[in-house]
Every structure is written in C-alpha cells, then in structure tokens.
C-alpha cells in the first residue's frame, strides 16, 4: 500500500503560479511510477503529466506542456508538479497516483490521493 496526499492547491489568479506536492508513506516510493491528474466539474478525470521512477522520462499533456514542470525527490517521498501561467481552464481538482509498472502515460493507477483544489480566477 501506498498512501498519497497531495497539498499546494489554492485560489490564484489567471497568470499565476502555484506549487502541488504529493508526500508518499508506505512502501518505498522509488519504486512508483507517479502521475498527475485533474477533474474539472462535468468533465472526465485526465492525465497531466507523469515521472517515472527515477525521474528520467517525463511526460506531459498537450495543455501542460510549456507551463507545468513535474519533478520528484525520491529522498523525500515527494512529488511536485510546478504550475505557471495558469489559465482558468486549469481549474480543477488536482489528484496524485502510483503506479508500479508502465505505461506512465495511462489512466490505471495503483493508488491515488484525495485531491486538491486549485482554482484559477480570471
């Protein structure tokens, strides 16, 4: 098991920039896949962007990319997804997941966190 809660989200405005974070307990978190993800409200849970374990494949949304920076620190069980020149299309509720195996550019995760908002005000 792995336990995931991610944090950082808030009310910006458009422009603006905020930081999440998913801490990871549990089994060892190096050797997750990890992934970002949102929900807006009507719409379908899409991916953001993902990391492999070692951070060495990185991939990202048509949306994300060239604004959003996924990063993670194995020796902190964190993972960071930095958000620039946010949009009010960004709002949406932010999740975190894991998983063991590839294809990182997937839907099925392992496990995953409770969310966090992020709103973008325009």
């Known amino acids: 098991q792995v336990q995931l809660v991610e944090s950082g989200g808030g009310l910006v405005q458009a422009g603006g920039s905020l930081r999440l974070s998913c801490a990871a307990s549990?089994?060892?978190?190096?050797?997750?896949?990890m992934g970002w993800f949102r929900q807006a409200p009507g719409k379908e849970r899409e991916f953001v962007a993902g990391?492999?374990?070692?951070?060495?494949?990185?991939y990202y949304a048509d949306s994300a990319k060239g604004r959003f920076t996924i990063s993670r620190d194995n020796n902190k069980n964190t993972m960071y997804l930095q958000m620039n020149s946010l949009k009010p299309e960004d709002t949406a509720v932010y999740y975190c997941?894991?998983?063991?195996?590839?294809?990182?550019?997937?839907?099925?995760?392992?496990?995953w966190g409770q969310g966090t908002q992020v709103t973008v005000s325009s």
């Open positions: 997941a894991a998983k063991g195996s590839l294809p990182i550019v997937t839907m099925t995760y392992d496990y």
């Open positions: 549990g089994r060892t978190f190096s050797a997750y896949a």
């Open positions: 990391i492999s374990w070692n951070g060495r494949r990185i």
